[in-house]
């Protein structure tokens, strides 16, 4: 005795085969489809082009609030009095080495970490995943971190900044579900060719893995770009700060400055568009790496979310 499936109703209409007339349903669709994208890129692009704008224009003009996409009474005394600092150089070049070397071991420990948990025969597994996923909702608090790393003598040392954030649970997750979904064939014949397993990950797993790899790197380069607050917690000497502690001093020196009824007119200029202007310094590298991993990056996402 057989029995018929019943009719499911597709969420889109179905696509027209090659040299088929779309129908009316599928051009309505596809119009509402372009209606939204466009509407979700004008508004991300906005507020981007009006910093942009902002970092190149005159103080009056952005205390009157006159500035939106254009730039307004063109200037580039923010920029001259940033870039020419040998300090902001240093701490750029700090940023940068910082970036890679987190980024270089919080992928090392994170892709480790994450293939042992894919192992569904390990002993402790599950021990190992709840104490990862515990860390996501409690942690020791500002202080006890404080004084960890004060007790290991890691103050004034990169491993302030690289050690306590070397793992991100939300990545090591993602992961973990990617390597879950991988074939176990796979790896079966690469134990039977004679690999052990180091060489199964370096040379099976993560060849294959090409798409979440750019993707955690992405994650990690960026939340390590954009910290500031282990930095400024754990670094006294100015040589030794990231740009992103410079650029907030800057801010707090030009927005106490502007407060004072004798400052210069100069010292105007740059309160009222050094945040524009940090945003646009800080953001500018990450905003042209991007390019080269974008087509990674969707890929990446969605494969390691969904567990096959």
């Known amino acids: 005795m057989t029995v018929e499936a019943p009719e499911t109703l597709a969420s889109t209409p179905a696509k027209p085969n090659k040299g088929q007339r779309p129908s009316r349903g599928y051009r309505v669709f596809q119009g509402v489809n372009a209606l939204v994208l466009t509407g979700v890129v004008v508004l991300t692009l906005y507020p981007l082009i009006n910093i942009l704008a902002r970092s190149f224009s005159a103080e009056d003009y952005i205390r009157s609030g006159q500035v939106n996409l254009l730039p307004r009474g063109f200037n580039l005394t923010t920029y001259r009095r940033v870039m020419s600092d040998p300090m902001f150089w240093t701490n750029y070049r700090n940023t940068i080495y910082y970036t890679v070397v987190a980024t270089a071991i919080s992928m090392v420990l994170t892709v480790c970490y994450a293939y042992v948990l894919s192992k569904k025969h390990l002993r402790g597994r599950s021990v190992l ?52 979904s991988m074939p176990v064939e796979l790896e079966e014949a690469a134990a039977v060719d004679g690999l052990n397993t180091y060489q199964t990950l370096l040379r099976i797993v993560l060849p294959l893995s090409k798409a979440m790899l750019a993707t955690m ?53 740059i309160a009222a568009n050094i945040q524009s202007v940090t945003i646009v310094l800080t953001v500018l590298p990450i905003m042209l790496v991007y390019p080269f991993i974008q087509r990674y990056f969707v890929s990446g996402v969605m494969l390691g979310a969904v567990k096959g």
């Open 129 to 180: 995943v709840g104490l990862a996923v515990f860390t996501m909702f409690f942690n020791g608090g500002l202080i006890p971190n404080y004084v960890l790393v004060s007790g290991l003598g890691l103050r004034n040392t990169i491993w302030a900044i690289v050690l306590p954030n070397a793992i991100s649970v939300f990545n090591l997750l993602v992961m973990k579900s990617f390597f879950e």
């Open 217 to 269: 790197v992405l994650f990690y380069a960026v939340s390590f770009w954009n910290s500031w607050f282990s930095a400024f917690l754990y670094l006294d000497r100015s040589e030794m700060f990231p740009v992103t502690v410079y650029l907030r001093n800057l801010i707090a020196g030009a927005t106490g400055g502007s407060d004072v009824g004798t400052a210069s007119e100069t010292a105007l200029q």
